[in-house]
């Protein structure tokens, strides 16, 4: 089986899988499945913040996804023009026009104030962290200015400010997002405040 097979291969402590170790696994899985002796499931490999890779690695991932064992891919990204890594070429989310043109891009839009409520809802109590209605109300009004991700992250400092005022029973309220939102800033407002502070940053 393939497990043996590895096993025959692999020189002892030598861990790294060769391209020849590789392309005798394929052709053993390629086998199986056209005997129906196994089937195949893809797996998924999801990508995050894909602008930031190389060109080499677009390069690696094209040729990987003509394999028949190839798993489903999702990229994501929050770029539009932009340069693609390794190059000087500016391309729409900065990946190559040949890749870009074997996906299909999923059209997205911004949370409303309600899916912000819900979505910070079901973290916290994910998280196991008490927080009243009125602060969830704040909590996705302040995601609505800056980013539902910034809202998400105030979760844990507005329940530790809590915890701090009442630690039998810690709530997270409107008072509470205000103080935590103070102390902590989003990457909008941080940018601003230096913008803001001549001299601060630059020579």
């Not at 999702?74 to 500016?90: F, H």
């Not at 701090?164 to 800033?185: C, G, R």
């Amino acid at each position: 089986d393939i497990m043996s097979m590895m096993g025959n291969m692999l020189k002892p402590k030598k861990t790294e899988i060769t391209d020849k170790l590789r392309m005798e696994i394929n052709k053993v899985v390629n086998k199986y499945i056209d005997q129906g002796v196994a089937e195949l499931i893809p797996g998924v490999l999801f990508i995050d913040e894909v602008h930031m890779l190389d060109i080499e690695c677009f390069t690696y991932l094209n040729k990987a996804l003509e394999s028949t064992i190839a798993p489903i891919v999702i990229m994501a990204t929050n770029r539009g023009l932009s340069t693609i890594k390794g190059t000087e070429i500016v391309a729409p989310h900065g990946i190559p026009l040949d890749l870009l043109d074997r996906l299909l891009i999923i059209r997205t839009q911004p949370q409303s104030i309600r899916e912000m409520h819900l979505i910070i809802k079901v973290r916290a109590d994910t998280e196991g962290i008490k927080i009243s209605e009125e602060g969830l109300v704040a909590l996705a009004n302040l995601g609505n200015t800056t980013s539902l991700r910034h809202a998400i992250q105030l979760l844990q400092p507005a329940h530790i400010l809590a915890s701090s005022q009442n630690s039998a029973d810690p709530i997270v309220t409107p008072e509470i997002i205000s103080e935590a939102s103070t102390l902590f800033l989003d990457a909008s407002g941080s940018a601003k405040r230096l913008k803001e502070s001549h001299g601060f940053i630059d020579q």
